[in-house]
């Protein structure tokens, strides 16, 4: 009767999941995910841009204010994981 309602319970949570929950967790995980992708996105974008900087002179100025935007980017995302686990009690 046990390993029934186990049976169940998983595949009630499957449904509950759908395919994109099966892909990027559920309502606890997911957010936490995409905070994670947001931070190796905007350490990317940062990086081109320093390789950008640095081979195109003449918009040096351009790629700087695109690296400090890409470094806030990866700030916010950062301050959003460590304030979500913070705030768990």
Do not use: C, Y
Not at 52 to 57: C, D, H, I, K, N
């Amino acid at each position: 009767m046990l390993k029934e309602k186990h049976r169940h319970d998983e595949a009630n949570a499957d449904r509950e999941l759908g395919r994109l929950g099966k892909m990027f967790g559920g309502e606890k995980n997911a957010p936490t995910f995409f905070a994670g992708v947001a931070v190796v996105a905007g350490l990317a974008m940062a990086i081109v841009s320093m390789v950008l900087a640095g081979t195109l002179e003449e918009n040096v100025a351009f790629w700087s204010t695109q690296i400090e935007r890409a470094f806030a980017f990866v700030s916010a995302a950062l301050g959003f994981l460590f304030g979500r686990s913070s705030n768990k009690q």
